[in-house]
């Protein structure tokens, strides 16, 4: 992760600080560092608080790390800011540094390369032009304001670095410019990406995003941007003896292939001593095992844990799914729900989704193609004949994200009745939107023939993954 270190002083910190705590990152890990004011210790994994005065060379020295890529100096008071700053210097003197300058930092020598200044007026000046009618204004207030245009680092080691602009498959978006070394550059068929180029991006904003994460090699980051660890609820109760071991394995094998991850198993009902003992023997860093003795309260203990572990993926059993309200807070909480299936999750084979004309499938296509890639399995989609031109465009958005990541789709078209087939198939993970329609159905919902999502009681044999959707 990438360590980032902001000394926060004053209403502008402050906001500063909310803004990046309410802002889910599974890339950066900030320390910031405050002595007074009203600062809002967020409970976030990716934040760290310390209370002290920086000015004290020696008390920061304590919490100093050469693992800092960047430090932040947005201090109410120029003088705390400016003795801030030469406290870093001694202890790094190339770290990059970042200072808001509200007119009074001229102290701060101009000829360190490692140093900007952030003139707080200047940002200012622009927010009002771009306020102001008949004025050109920065790229970041043109168009819709959606994401139709973004900008994009490419990394060393991204799978778009020294690909022809010829040989990259771009539907429904485009790279409308190139920045090399300070010049813009227009693009041609047989222009060569390099790293650190910066590419600016036109198209679809859900595209886009895809885009963003193909380029940058964020393939192996899910559960993000849902949460960074798993959260496991395991029923031992007497009676679930045998599905409960199953359960368990099936879970430790998707912790194991989701890469770098916390997994916190939840026990509840600890009825079975076979399982306790079970649970005994796991000796794995990143599993926390926590045994409930009292009575599991789903509206104050799950959602408070969820907050707290930052979870981005919830694994459950069918009969924890089956029950209405769990499915409801759930969808209210927006995070991913692993159903667990009958057999190991290590035997899926293939990532596959029953297709409708539901627009929202496109939605998440994103942690279909991103989780395949960490499971190590192939997507398929099985057409429901149900409307075939808008499952048809369904196929076609799949099939251009399938050229972005360079990867194969398979199309599965039976003369039967597709839920048919899948009741039959094995070894699947059948991924859905989640959204009202699962999280409030009905018994006679599976007779809508027409939403493929209302059938994934019918198919329980199968592990399911239910994405949130807007």
């Known amino acids: 992760m990438k360590r980032l270190l902001i000394f926060a002083d004053g209403e502008v910190a402050e906001s ?43 008390k920061l020295e304590a919490i100093f790390s050469k693992q800092f890529i960047g430090a932040y100096i947005v201090m109410k008071d120029p003088k705390d800011a400016i003795q801030v700053y030469k406290n870093v210097r001694i202890l790094s003197r190339d770290l990059l540094i970042y200072a808001l300058d509200t007119g009074a930092l001229a102290a701060l020598p101009d000829d360190d390369q490692n140093l900007q200044k952030i003139s707080a007026s200047e940002l200012l000046a622009n927010r009002l032009i771009a306020l102001t009618p008949n004025i050109p204004v920065s790229a970041q207030y043109v168009g819709l304001g959606e994401g139709e245009i973004i900008e994009v680092k490419v990394p060393f080691g991204s799978s778009y670095a020294y690909r022809h602009i010829s040989h990259i498959a771009q539907n429904k978006w485009q790279i409308a410019a190139l920045y090399r070394n300070g010049e813009l550059i227009l693009p041609f068929p047989t222009l060569m990406i390099r790293p650190s180029d ?13 885009v963003y994460r193909a380029i940058k090699i964020e393939s192996g980051q899910f559960p993000a941007p849902y949460g960074r660890s798993l959260y496991f609820v395991l029923d031992i109760s007497a009676k679930r003896e045998k599905s409960a071991a199953i359960e368990l394995q099936s879970a430790l094998n998707i912790h194991k292939r989701l ?11 600890p009825d079975s001593w076979a399982m306790l003992e079970t649970l005994q023997t796991i000796r794995d860093r990143e599993v926390v095992i926590d045994i409930a003795y009292k009575p599991f309260n789903l509206e104050r203990d799950l959602a408070k844990e969820l907050w707290r572990y930052n979870v981005g993926l ?8 089956k029950k209405k309200a769990n499915r409801a807070l759930f969808s209210r909480l927006q995070k991913p729900v692993w159903k667990l299936g009958f057999n190991h999750s290590s035997r899926i084979k293939n990532a ?16 279909l193609f991103d989780l395949s890639t960490q499971l190590g399995v192939d997507i398929a989609l099985y057409p429901s004949k149900g409307d075939e031109e808008g499952e048809n465009e369904v196929i076609e958005h799949y099939e251009n ?28 993970l059948l991924c859905f939107p989640f ?14 023939l027409k939403q493929a999502e209302r059938m994934y009681p019918l198919l329980t044999r199968n592990h399911q993954l239910f994405i949130p959707v807007l």
């Open 401 to 428: 994200l399938a050229a972005i990541h360079s990867r194969i789709i398979s199309v599965k078209r039976y003369e039967e009745n597709t839920v048919t087939v899948l009741r039959r198939e094995e070894n699947l």
């Open 259 to 269: 890469k770098n991850r916390t997994l916190y198993i939840k026990v509840i009902n």
């Open 314 to 321: 919830t694994i459950v059993s069918d009969d924890f799914f």
């Open 435 to 448: 959204d009202e329609t699962i999280a409030q159905r009905r018994l006679l919902d599976f007779l809508q």
């Open 16 to 58: 500063f600080v909310k803004r990046l705590a309410d802002t889910y990152t599974d890339i950066n890990l900030y320390h910031i560092v405050y002595y007074r004011g009203s600062m809002a210790e967020n409970e976030a994994a990716y934040c760290r608080y310390y209370r002290f005065d920086p000015t004290s060379f020696s």
């Open 198 to 210: 910066n590419l600016l991006l036109v198209g679809q904003p859900n595209i886009l995003k895809t």
């Open 352 to 367: 596959a989704m029953l297709l409708s004309a539901n627009p929202k499938l496109e939605q998440i296509s994103p942690v």
